[in-house]
């Protein structure tokens, strides 16, 4: 199957590197080069910058006929709808992406819902008895999570990296490794 992960953060990336594992081909979309650029680097099978050209549009051509399943990992109305519309007639969308603030309450194209007979589901992550299957996958060499960390940092920074939110984010997670400064 086609996995298509829209967002290439912490979540999106992790999304991606899990699918990939498992035997989906991947198609991330981003808007920041970099971020593409080292999802490509981890083994994607394609990227898709979507400042550049209409995400769904180009994963439909990737793809053959669009994404089995989607990830949207963002929480933002512009990757939400692409994330629906780039699925292939009965795909399925996994809304990742937290919906804050203006971003609560949203339009979604439920006419693309409608017309390919879309199943939508929403996730605030793993439960917990699903831990042990993901932590075996990685302790028996299935899935190698450590490309996702980027920087190392102390806890005094961990207020700046949480800033840095706020805009487009170099490619990778910080991790907290000194709790004494």
Known sequence: EWLAVHGTGGIGLSA????????????????VPEKLEHALSLGMDAAVNAAEEDAAARIKKI?????????????????????????????????????????AIQEVDMNA?????L???GTRG????????L???ITRGKVDMSP?????????????ELAAFNGPTPPGVAVITDFTR
């Open 148 to 160: 996702l960390i980027a920087r190392e940092i102390p806890l005094s920074l961990a207020g700046a």
């Open 113 to 117: 819902v409608y017309m390919a007979n």
């Open 63 to 103: 793809t053959g006929g669009g994404a089995h399943v989607s990830v949207e990992a963002l929480g933002i109305p512009q990757t939400v709808n692409a994330s629906i519309r780039c699925l292939r007639p009965l795909g399925r969308h996994v809304q990742v992406g937290m919906p804050i603030g203006h971003h």
């Open 16 to 31: 991606a590197i899990l699918g990939r594992a498992l035997g989906a081909h991947v198609v991330v979309v981003d808007v």
């Open 135 to 137: 932590l075996g996958l």
């Open 126 to 133: 793993m439960p917990s008895h699903r831990y042990p299957s």
């Open 119 to 121: 199943a939508l589901y």
